[in-house]
């Protein structure tokens, strides 16, 4: 199965962009990559996913490498209420999916 | 819109005692998935539902885990006899079949804390 690398965590300033990278080199061309965060005592929660090229939606945007090796998760102005841990995902059938250990993203106020 | 809801939110019981564990998915998905969730090994697919139809249970852990989807809006996770080491969060997802099979993002409910003492 195809796994992601992401940092454990990174810090970031509120009202400022976070850009949170994955790595997946051994992505398959079925994967699609997905990304939820887990915010404390809640369930994981879709952010956004896509293929091949960007996505945006009202949460952030994914840019997505041309080669589909790497992605990155883009918020664009960060708040307090975005501190979470992050995954990265790639789901290719439903059932197929592997949540790692993500990147707990800290707001710094 | 109602997303999905899990009961009961915590629960707390004795080694060796039955607890069923239960989840509504999101009207008209056709997937429903069960996972655990622990410190140690992180987030867990245990089974899932497509059309009420168990197609995977490779991550149940042993026989003492069963789950049952008996109709398009329940689902129960069963752990007899229930043991400390199952004590963790269990966290239900529903999704709509898409086109393609990763092109739908999974809708995960709050979770019920389990504690076994």
């Known amino acids: 199965d195809a796994k992601t690398t992401q940092p454990n965590s990174m810090e970031s300033n509120e009202e400022e962009p976070v850009h949170l990278p994955c790595n997946h080199s051994t992505i398959s061309g079925t994967d699609y990559i997905h990304w939820y965060r887990q915010l404390p005592s809640q369930g994981p929660e879709y952010v956004i996913h896509g293929l091949t090229s960007n996505v945006n939606n009202r949460m952030a945007s994914l840019a997505i490498a041309e080669d589909r090796k790497s992605s990155t998760l883009i918020l664009h102005r960060a708040t307090l209420r975005d501190a979470a841990v992050y995954y990265c995902?790639?789901?290719?059938?439903?059932?197929?999916?592997?949540f790692g250990k993500g990147t707990r993203l800290h707001i710094l106020p | 819109d109602a997303g999905v809801i899990q009961s009961p939110r915590h629960e707390v019981t004795e080694m060796g005692q039955e607890v069923t564990l239960r989840c509504k998915p999101i009207s008209g998905h056709d997937y429903l998935f069960w996972y655990r969730q622990t410190m140690m090994r992180g987030l867990e697919l245990l089974i899932y539902f497509n059309n009420n139809v168990p197609i995977d249970d490779s991550g149940m852990p042993e026989d003492r885990f069963s789950a049952k989807m008996p109709n398009a809006s329940f689902s129960t996770l069963k752990i007899q006899p229930s043991e400390p080491r199952d004590s963790a969060v269990y966290f239900c997802?529903?999704?709509?079949?898409?086109?393609?099979?990763?092109?739908?993002?999974?809708?995960f409910g709050d979770g019920t804390r389990l504690s076994i003492l």
């Open positions: 997802a529903s999704s709509l079949k898409g086109a393609v099979g990763g092109n739908q993002p999974q809708h």
């Open positions: 995902i790639l789901i290719s059938r439903p059932g197929k999916i592997i």
